[in-house]
T-cell receptor
Framework: QKEVEQDPGPLSVPEGAIVSLNCTYS??????FMWYRQYSRKGPELLMY????GNKEDGRFTAQVDKSSKYISLFIRDSQPSDSATYLC??????????????FGQGTTLQVKP | EAGVAQSPRYKIIEKRQSVAFWCNPI?????LYWYQQILGQGPKLLIQ????????DSQLPKDRFSAERLKGVDSTLKIQPAKLEDSAVYLC?????????????FGEGSRLTVL
């Protein structure tokens, strides 16, 4: 079993739709949860960052973490064609031994059609 | 502010040949990472440097991969000899400090095809 599981998609939605992207994980030591966006032939860029459980909102993006279920989500409201990309969830442990090592999901490819 | 620079962007080699990738992190960033991203998968950490010391190389195939970060600035990742399964994008990332409180900034990657 992989430490982080993510549905690879692809996911295709019409412009304006609400998009839900999800990851599950098995390592209960994960405390830091991130979402990265990766455009084709580019490096990943940080989109959202959450520590422990709870919600975080930034514009059209909302990140949710449910540690009891080992489940994280990214919601995109009013999706735009420019949101078309691969979305990667990433996680890291906390503690004194934390080196910042990120464990990534395999990514979900999203296409938003005009 | 200049981002993470990587070269070459693309490289095609035959199996058993060698290849080297170069990375220049964001100025002042102490921590440098090399990730391998195989098509359809998420990035996997190969090696992490803090200044010029290795913090984590547990997933680096040391029989064929090597990396160095001289003077704590730029870094080189070498593969010798290459195998077909090494075909991937090699991503370099840097952060201002170790630990998850530092955001990772990625370069555009070096795409390797092994024939």
């Amino acid at each position: 079993q992989k430490e982080v599981e993510q549905d690879p998609g692809p996911l295709s939605v019409p412009e304006g739709a609400i998009v839900s992207l999800n990851c599950t994980y098995s390592n209960s030591a994960f405390q830091y949860f991130m979402w990265y966006r990766q455009y084709s032939r580019k490096g990943p860029e940080l989109l959202m960052y959450t520590y422990s459980s709870g919600n975080k909102e930034d514009g059209r993006f909302t990140a949710q973490v449910d540690k009891s279920s080992k489940y994280i989500s990214l919601f995109i409201r009013d999706s735009q064609p420019s949101d078309s990309a691969t979305y990667l969830c990433a996680m890291s442990e906390s503690g004194s031994g934390n080196t910042g090592k990120l464990i990534f999901g395999q990514g979900t490819t999203l296409q938003v059609k005009p | 502010e200049a981002g993470v620079a990587q070269s070459p962007r693309y490289k095609i080699i035959e199996k058993r040949q060698s290849v080297a990738f170069w990375c220049n992190p964001i100025s002042g960033h102490a921590t440098l990472y090399w990730y391998q991203q195989i098509l359809g998968q998420g990035p996997k950490l190969l090696i992490q440097f803090q200044n010029n010391g290795v913090v984590d190389d547990s997933q680096l195939p040391k029989d064929r991969f090597s990396a160095e970060r001289l003077k704590g600035v730029d870094s080189t990742l070498k593969i010798q000899p290459a195998k077909l399964e090494d075909s991937a994008v090699y991503l370099c990332a840097s952060s201002a400090r170790a630990g998850i409180t530092g955001e990772l900034f990625f370069g555009e990657g070096s795409r390797l095809t092994v024939l």
